[in-house]
């Protein structure tokens, strides 16, 4: 993940994860436009504390994608 992250800043890119990801959790929208078409929702609290600890380590070690520099 950090070598991934490494090159992602270095294109400039930004990190999008989809951590713990509920599918489909709004019925109507899932009967009109199908699956996995955006009502998702995002869960499992205890991902946070190491995804803090793996963005500040990649921040630390490669200046992620910002829009504002510190």
């Known amino acids: 993940m950090l070598y991934f992250g490494h090159l992602d800043a270095q294109s400039g890119w930004t990190k999008q994860l989809h951590l713990g990801a509920l ?9 009109s436009l199908g699956p996995d078409s955006g009502y998702d929702s995002i869960g499992d609290f205890p991902q946070a504390e190491s ?13 992620l994608a910002q829009n504002d520099p510190l």
Do not use: F, I, K, W
């Open 23 to 31: 599918r489909n959790v709004n019925s109507r929208a899932l009967q």
């Open 51 to 63: 995804l803090g600890a793996y963005l500040n380590q990649l921040d630390r070690e490669t200046p």
